[in-house]
């Protein structure tokens, strides 16, 4: 990589201020794994719809965030890295616990950055739901072609 | 149809008591025209994003409770309907304006119903975001085949 | 614009010629109307899966040839243009009749064109297939941003 | 499992047979790993579009038939499961040799399956495509909720 990716604490710090449903959601950034990161939704009654189980809202928020902060902890503060498309689908119900995003970048290329999300609800095996999307780079953050 | 479809009243109070979020960004159901809804957003400073645009979560939970005030227009109080997949293109950047849903069923089959949303910003011609989705049904509730 | 787009004839040659699924399913450019195209899949027995209704790559083939069709017509000879996402929900059966692809252009940027396409079966009235998808643009060939 | 799954050779049978473009294409089925399916397009040159690769239509035919291959084998000839739901994400060219898709049953529900699919091209590392998508389910075929 000739372009320094961010620390955990750098992009705890980007989400928390730049994105305004991120930090009114409490999310945590858990780690940066190679061409990935792992984000976290602390449990809250606050965030569950009807049947008691966190909101779809929430969990596409979530995927969004961790798809973000992948792409920072990869590239590092491209803040106006953009959203191009999210695509999920909703598997099983997230039980009454921290929801668990894990994000992996597919692709990196000069224009589109493109990452699957696995969204999971600690203390069930099952997936939670699915997600991919694409990210638009600003012009020189990107690498590959 | 054989289901009552419910008023745009019923639908408000169902969104704002039942989605957190929604409450929380203060959606508004302006109208229930047939076979759709159309939700706005109101402006407001605590819901952008650095850049001054509203934050794509905010957009998607939009689209996603115009695609369950449609089938609650439509089937009448299906609160257990729940969202099987969401998928989103953000096109433009909105305005620092009110954002406006409006949503229209595709599909309405026994088990599934499909929806389109075209999100627009008040004062801006162009769409800001496409949606597409689908909604699982509880048994008894949809329609068709 | 500041480039010149394609006539009908042109596009009808690049899609029989240069993509080949396009050739053997019969793809006709019915027309290409102000940032959009509409194409048309001749209905043949060949094309048909179990059930007797036209098979869903069939539909994502056309849905694909008409975005391609659309920025053809509108941005010139992009023949390196390619598909970057493609989204499809599949909404009726469609009858033993051709197949009509209407595309419209949501977004057109300097590095990414966002389409819709409503999929139709001539002679019903309900859309066969809702599709979203963007393509790729290589560099000097969008406008905008 | 409460219904019997499918063989290889049936899989075979009913993709050669049932899906006429899969015939077309040439496609094999590889094997059928536990909850999931492993597809193969042999390379050749009348699949290429323009710039040697292959098209993306051949693609998404092959993530469909691999998914209809996975239910197949899983829940038995449900020859009537239809695609629901596709979305494909295009990440690096295929290089000019076989194209695989692993397949993988992310959620099997009374209604709804739900699976992604990677697609490789032989002798290449990166993935050449992410893709996500649900089938219907006819009555009495599905298991669990």
Chains 1, 2, 3, 4 share one sequence.
Request: hydrophobic share 45%.
């Amino acid at each position: 990589v000739d372009k320094a990716g961010l620390s955990v604490e750098d992009v705890q710090h980007l989400l928390s201020h730049g994105i305004p449903m991120s930090e009114g959601m409490g999310v945590i950034v858990d780690g940066l794994p190679e061409g990935g990161a792992v984000l976290r939704v602390p449990y809250s009654d606050s965030l569950v719809r009807p049947g008691g189980t966190i909101s779809g809202p929430v969990m596409m928020a979530l995927a969004d965030a961790a798809m973000y902060a992948a792409i920072l902890g990869r590239l590092g503060a491209v803040i106006m890295a953009v959203t191009a498309n999210l695509n999920i689908h909703f598997l099983h119900r997230p039980g009454k616990s921290d929801l668990i995003a894990n994000a992996k970048i597919l692709k990196l290329g000069k224009r589109l950055a493109v990452c699957e999300v696995a969204l999971y609800s600690v203390g069930q095996s099952e997936m939670v739901a699915q997600v991919s999307g694409s990210y638009s780079l600003p012009p020189e953050a990107g690498s590959g072609g």
